[in-house]
């Protein structure tokens, strides 16, 4: 194929992954199904917390299922299966467990099926571009909630909570299901036309196609966990106390403090591209050094931020942060092991994901409880956390395979 090709299947990839992003939305049907059916924010929350951690486990699988089967019947499942769940909470009305199996668990699945295809796609059609396309690809999926926060928030207003998620059903089942059309894998070692990789690019990369079996017996593997699930647990955890802790630490009113994260959530998506394009130039390891350096600042200094601007900037960037771990693994995973089995290899993966959605936010809920009610507490030991961090990017090296011995073979007197 050529190249106009692969950009058209990157636009289709990305374009589902706005859909599938419509999940951190979700914090806008938070206070209409309180009202509406005495739930409390807790209560309502885990249904975003489940979603999360089944679309980590579901990634796996829907990385296995794409090796064997392809990209096209994933991701046409996913997105039948997440437009399905989200249609289905629109049934919930006292029934908080159908709220849970059907936006949590079917979405969940559905989100874990349908985010792992683009990513697995293309970072086989972009040798060449690794960083920069798994970035703009996950960014759509940080870019979601900006297109439809709003749009939910109306039609909340217009037609109700529980019809709102029939419409956003529909919705997300047409998008998903029409951009999984076109996502396809490219010819067995497909490489751009004139393109070969640099010297130091070829010393970052994997001298051959792991397995997944192969992968988990290195310890690679396991650091790379460690960095997604490290870098996501310290910026999920902001999310999870945005609008709360803008007025706790700024002052900030609710309707300030409500726009703080929506200027603040553009971060998530703007990082995704950002840090993955800087890793194309300064390699994935670097780039998670330098995320974590600069989360163990921005996250000392957090607490002092008085001031709704600057507190706004410093969020938006940890939200930067966030975000670029998305948007750097994948390509980080293609480099380390290889492109042909990424799917079920960084599928796996994205567990961490799952864990870090509930271990961040529950260690700052815990701090912030035992310190009653200061955020400065926690926000430093995640600054801590992030500080040791850093050492980690920068010990992981490309596994290698190491050189068999022949002897040779003694000849008879």
């Not at 299947?9 to 199904?33: D, E, K």
């Not at 249609?87 to 849970?100: D, G, I, P, Q, T």
């Not at 690809?137 to 928030?153: D, I, K, Y």
Request: glycine share 12%.
């Amino acid at each position: 194929m050529n190249k106009t090709n692969r950009w058209g299947i990157a636009a289709a990839g990305f374009l589902m992954q706005v859909a599938l992003g419509a999940v951190y939305a979700w914090s806008v049907f938070r206070i209409p199904l309180s009202k509406s059916f005495g739930w409390s924010v807790a209560q309502v929350t885990l249904t975003f917390t489940i979603a999360i951690f089944v679309l980590g486990v579901a990634s796996f699988f829907g990385g296995l299922w794409l090796n064997k089967k392809g990209p096209r019947v994933v991701a046409l499942t996913g997105g039948f299966l997440y437009g399905l769940g989200v249609f289905l909470a629109s049934f919930s009305a006292h029934k908080l467990w159908w709220l849970y199996l059907s936006y949590g668990v079917i979405g969940g699945v559905g989100l874990g099926l349908g985010y792992i295809v683009p990513v697995a796609v293309l970072v086989k059609w972009f040798p060449d571009r690794r960083g920069l396309i798994t970035g703009i690809a996950v960014g759509g999926f940080g870019a979601g909630a900006l297109v439809t926060a709003p749009v939910a928030t109306r039609l909340i207003q217009s037609v109700g909570v529980l019809s709102t998620f029939a419409y956003l059903g529909i919705a997300y089942l047409v998008v998903t299901m029409g951009t999984g059309l076109f996502l396809r894998n490219p010819p067995e070692g497909y490489a751009p036309a004139g393109w070969k990789p640099s010297a130091t690019l070829t010393a970052q990369r994997a001298t051959k196609d792991y397995t997944l079996g192969e992968a988990l017996r290195t310890w690679q593997w396991w650091a790379m966990w460690a960095l997604l699930f490290l870098n996501t647990s310290a910026g999920i955890s902001v999310i999870s106390q945005e609008s709360p802790m803008f007025q706790k630490i700024a002052g900030a009113s609710a309707v300030v403090a409500a726009g703080m994260v929506g200027i603040a959530s553009i971060g998530n998506a703007a990082g995704r591209v950002f840090w993955a394009w800087v890793s194309d130039l300064i390699t994935r390891r670097w780039t998670f050094a330098i995320m974590f350096l600069l989360q163990f600042g921005l996250f000392w200094f957090l607490p002092l931020m008085g001031q709704v601007t600057l507190l706004t900037v410093v969020s938006f960037v940890i939200l930067m942060c966030y975000g670029g771990g998305f948007g750097t693994m994948p390509a980080f995973t293609a480099d380390y092991f290889g492109s042909r089995n990424v799917g079920p290899i960084y599928g796996l993966m994205l567990t961490a994901w799952g864990f870090a959605s509930a271990f961040g936010p529950l260690l700052l809920a815990h701090t912030l409880k035992t310190s009653g009610g200061s955020y400065a507490s926690g926000l430093r030991m995640i600054a801590v956390v992030m500080a040791v961090s850093t050492i980690l990017p920068i010990l992981v090296r490309p596994p290698r395979q190491k050189a068999v011995r022949e002897e040779p073979m003694r000849r008879a007197a």
